[in-house]
């Protein structure tokens, strides 16, 4: 009889402990699942991130060269005015 009941609950305690065990994979599976979609979301906004620099970058290129672009012409501007003026004052000595 009590070899009966030890083996019962031998049973009992291996099925129990199966079964937690079980649990404890079906946890870890999903903790890993988490994981696995943390990461790829991290990595689409790192991605996100990066185009973002890249395009910060590229306006920063594009806004220097419109500036050297508009001082070029400012300073074209000045040049040829200055010229003009010459010219028209070359032109009332010569009268």
Same mark, same amino acid.
């Given at each position: 009889?009590?070899?009966?009941? +030890? ?7 291996? !099925?129990?402990? !199966?079964? $937690?065990? /079980?649990?404890? /994979? ?26 973002? /620099? ?10 220097? $060269?419109?500036?050297? +672009? ?7 501007? /000045? ?14 000595? +010569?009268?």
């Amino acid at each position: 009889a009590a070899t009966a009941f +030890l083996t019962a609950l031998d049973t009992s305690l291996a !099925r129990a402990w !199966r079964e $937690e065990d /079980r649990q404890w /994979r079906r946890e870890d599976r999903q903790w890993r699942k988490e994981d696995l979609e943390f990461r790829g979301e991290e990595r689409d906004w790192w991605h996100l991130e990066h185009m973002h /620099r890249e395009e910060s970058r590229k306006w920063r290129r594009q806004d220097v $060269e419109q500036r050297v +672009l508009e001082n070029a012409r400012w300073v074209w501007g /000045r040049y040829t005015e200055k010229n003009r003026r010459d010219v028209e004052e070359k032109g009332e000595q +010569l009268r």
